[in-house]
């Protein structure tokens, strides 16, 4: 266990957590360069997450530890941002609560159906799309980035519900005895999702024009 911590792939993911301390620590400086690193450390920490599945399938060394704690990163990174954000930008208390409900609820359930099983839960689809939705709404709150903010947050909160929902059927399945399928990634699935990103990245771009370079 100890020597498959120390995997790259896996401190890889470990690292997400002292990068949400620093992010922290440069939001309650509060100048204009200590916002320009906080940015950065949050596009290294997004970095990280899509590099450290990367270097466990390359390696040949995906592991139940590296499954687990790809995701407890992202939701402990998640959580010190949050709280971080709620201190120094204003960070909406209700949709904090819904990221801290669902990160706890989905802990909760994956421990309790763990006991006697030997069962690693990796994130899904929709969970990825969460974190990944709720990383670039952390950053709009770090540069206040106020048209993001608006589009983002309805965006986030409707996908935070629907992992619930989504995991929430993983469990049923589970506990009922059964194995939940592989979700079959279907080219038009892939082709909503990148039409989607393109469209977001445009209104983005847009909106940054007329809030910070117009």
Known sequence: MLRELF?????MSLSRIPLGFLVVFYLWRGDPTSTVIAVLLLILAGITDGLDGYLARRSGKVTALGIALDPIADKVFALIVTIGLIL?????????????????????????LARGRDISLPSNLIGKWAFAWLAVLLGAYVIRFEGSIALLTPLVAVLLIASVISYGRVFLIIKSGRMP?????????????????????????????????K
Request: net charge positive; glycine share 4%; proline share 5%.
């Open 7 to 11: 995997q790259p792939s896996n401190l």
């Open 88 to 112: 120094f930008r204003e960070f909406p208390l209700w949709l904090a609560a819904m990221v801290i409900g669902r990160d706890l609820l989905i802990l909760g359930f994956s421990r309790f």
């Open 181 to 213: 399928q592989p979700f079959a990634d279907r080219t038009l699935y892939r082709s909503i999702r990148y039409s989607f990103l393109a469209a977001m990245t445009i209104a983005h771009a847009i909106m940054f024009y007329r809030e910070f370079l």
